[in-house]
């Protein structure tokens, strides 16, 4: 298998071809330095047998951004900490050096002077000086207000006002970054061509008139510039560049701002080899407010999407070349291997679902492939949250968080295959017991097949097909078009429901008439859209309905409570939903609660709740999806221990990740 061979980059020998690309995740300590969170995240993957690691956006400087950093000598031993733990398997350490497009020095006085003048406001409300404690207040709010002005401004117009000095200063900075980790035992420097340095090198971007301005070879000089000082302050370090590429959209407008074209690109990895790089890494350049035109969601890209620019700097440079982006599959890595396309694979959001993708490779067996769905992940990095996968209980979690063998080998029930129950199944046959899962439908998967409906979702069916492929090979007996009965629960030493939901129709006049149905109908294929279709709730279910209706060439009109739709919805996917309802001229009412439905689903009575206008709306069929409430399980007489999980766990019903961790820590803890 191509994957499981060593690759040789600079004085590295890399066990294998798969690599661990940088992703922000959020782990790291307040300082920016590594803690056991971040730790143990990347042990794990170092235990499943990536052979490289990457660590994103590591700050040379204090900023005040939640990123790791490596701006301080005292920060040395944690990342010499986990570079010795990586190193234990065989996994090589790089950080991507990063430096953002503002004048981080300058920010992060303001909000410093704004802290302390916040600071000063308290203690004078304590000591009751309400004039001085009103003063400094305000004083921070001004303070924290220009900060962030400032911050808009740079971030649009840094890159061409910076000063020589201070771009010399972010060198230095880049530089001594590089030899703090190359004392902490790191194996690699991976140059972030994005942020700061992509932006000098855009056409579209850097506005200079001065040396790193202008022409091609002024716009490169910068980064080329900073490569010589890694090498020249890290000797031993293997360098990496990330070369991201402005590319364009299917309706030609260019995909990212700070990069290069193509042509200019593919001759700056030409310069960057002969600068002493060691591998590059083809990427899509950001810049664009949007993180899913660098991280896409399913459905909206080709798979392998970035690897035709891959591919081209692969024919123009004789050093490693690795590639990201939707390469879903160890199948899409092997063909592009084989191919001869690139010399590294990142498996990014896959190592996040699955860390043990070497492992499982090299023995053959299943493995969870990602859904590409952005909603633990990306959304979490935009969010400022911890990231995580949808798929995967124990991510940021690993240190406590495991599969543990358990005591004595017991018979557990679980009844429902929904995504709850399936996990709940699979881990409880890890830990050693004996499984019966009931299911009354013939069919695994519970709400998931309804959700891989929609345009761009049926790559959710992967979490299901998971389980077909794994749950076979474990102790666990599937019991399809059965409901088990209270006798078959009190035989077994556990039982755990995961009975899930179903849709809920509001109580509302009409609710009951001929043409009214719900969304799960829709989605079922138990009815069909026709005509002008007005859909109740616009909330996830409620909007992918509506685009499914369209897919059926139904007009559609949603009507909402809350004060817009789509809530909760990844930003990454939010923008494909709004294009297609305006390709589409959907009507969408907002703050608006429906009174009425009447004659037979053919004419909807609303209230718009800000001015209490009254809306009526004249239709060929209403489609319910105000949401769903969960199942209940008849255990009345049930001897046997239950645990709950997925939507009949909690009182409120379960997202797909909800639904994971309830079935794994229900089954965790029999």
Aim: charged letters at 25%; hydrophobic letters at 40%; proline letters at 4%.
């Amino acid at each position: 298998m191509r994957l499981l061979e060593e690759l040789k980059v600079g004085n590295l020998t890399l066990k294998n071809r798969i690599m661990f690309p940088p992703l922000t995740t959020g782990y790291e300590e307040r300082d920016g330095s590594i803690g056991e969170r971040s730790f143990h995240f990347y042990e794990r993957l170092a235990k499943g047998g990536v052979s490289y690691i990457v660590i994103g956006d590591v700050a040379p400087v204090n900023t005040a951004s939640p990123t790791p950093k490596l701006c301080d000598d005292r920060q040395i031993p944690t990342f010499q900490k986990l570079a010795d733990a990586l190193h234990a398997y065989d996994c090589k350490l790089a950080l991507q050096i990063f430096h953002p497009e503002y004048d981080v020095p300058g920010v992060g006085r303001m909000i410093m002077g704004s802290r302390m003048a916040a600071m000063e406001g308290q203690k004078a409300k304590e000591q009751g000086d309400m004039a001085a404690f009103g003063a400094k207040m305000a004083e921070a709010k001004k303070l924290s207000d220009e900060a962030y002005a400032k911050l808009h401004h740079d971030m649009q117009h840094f890159v061409s006002e910076a000063t020589i000095k201070q771009l010399d200063d972010i060198k230095e900075a880049i530089a001594q970054c590089a030899r703090r980790a190359m004392e902490a035992g790191v194996d690699a420097i991976e140059v972030h061509g994005d942020r700061l340095l992509g932006s000098l090198c855009s056409p579209i971007l850097n506005h200079r008139e001065d040396q790193y301005g202008g022409s091609f070879e002024n716009r490169i000089r910068y980064a080329l510039e900073v490569v010589a000082a890694i090498k020249a302050a890290a000797p031993s370090l293997m360098i990496e560049y990330k070369l991201p590429f402005i590319t364009k959209n299917a309706d030609g407008s260019n995909r990212g701002k700070g990069g290069l074209f193509e042509e200019e690109g593919i001759e700056f990895a030409k310069c960057l080899e002969a600068a002493g790089v060691d591998m590059i890494q083809a990427a899509q350049a950001n810049h664009t407010g949007n993180m899913g035109d660098t991280i896409p969601p399913m459905g909206t890209v080709p798979y392998n999407w970035t690897l035709p620019i891959a591919r081209k700097v692969k024919e123009a440079v004789h050093i490693p070349v690795a590639t990201v982006g939707r390469v879903v599959t160890v199948a899409n890595g092997e063909t592009i291997l084989a191919d001869g396309d690139a010399d590294m694979i990142g498996y990014g959001r896959s190592l996040l679902c699955d860390p043990d993708i070497a492992l499982k490779a090299a023995k053959g067996e299943p493995i969870r492939e990602c859904l590409n769905c952005n909603k633990g992940c990306v959304d979490a990095i935009q969010s400022r949250r911890y990231i995580s996968c949808v798929l995967n209980a124990e991510n940021g979690d690993e240190a406590t968080i495991s599969i543990r063998p358990a005591d004595a080998k017991k018979q557990v029930v679980v009844i429902g295959a929904g995504i709850a129950g399936l996990e709940a199944a699979r881990v409880a046959a890890l830990r050693g017991h004996h499984v019966d899962l009931y299911e009354k439908e013939d069919h695994i998967g519970g709400q998931i097949i309804l959700a891989s409906k929609p345009p761009r979702k049926d790559e959710i069916l992967r979490s299901i097909q998971y389980y077909e492929k794994i749950l076979p090979s474990l102790d666990v007996s599937v019991h399809l078009n059965t409901e088990c009965t209270k006798d078959e629960m009190n035989r077994a030493d556990a039982v755990i429901c995961a009975v899930g939901a179903h849709d809920f129709l509001l109580p509302i006049p009409g609710a009951d008439g001929s043409g009214v149905v719900s969304s799960w109908d829709i989605l079922s294929g138990k009815a069909e859209g026709k005509g002008h279709c007005v859909v109740i709730g616009g909330g996830l279910v409620g909007t992918e309905t509506a685009e499914y209706l369209l897919k059926q060439g139904c007009q559609v009109t949603i009507v909402e409570m809350l004060d817009k739709i789509a809530n909760g919805e990844s930003a990454t996917i939010l923008p494909h939903i709004q294009a297609d309802f305006a390709a589409h001229q959907v009507k969408q009412y907002v703050n608006t609660k429906v009174s009425s439905i009447e004659e037979a689903g053919k004419l909807v009575k609303a209230v718009q709740t800000s001015d209490n206008a009254e809306i009526t709306i004249s239709c060929d069929m209403v489609v319910m999806a105000a949401g769903s409430v969960k199942n209940h399980l008849d255990v009345d007489g049930v001897t046997a221990p239950i645990w709950y999980a997925g939507d009949c766990s909690g009182e409120r019903t379960a997202a797909i990740a909800e639904a994971v961790r309830s079935g794994y820590a229900a089954a965790n803890e029999i």
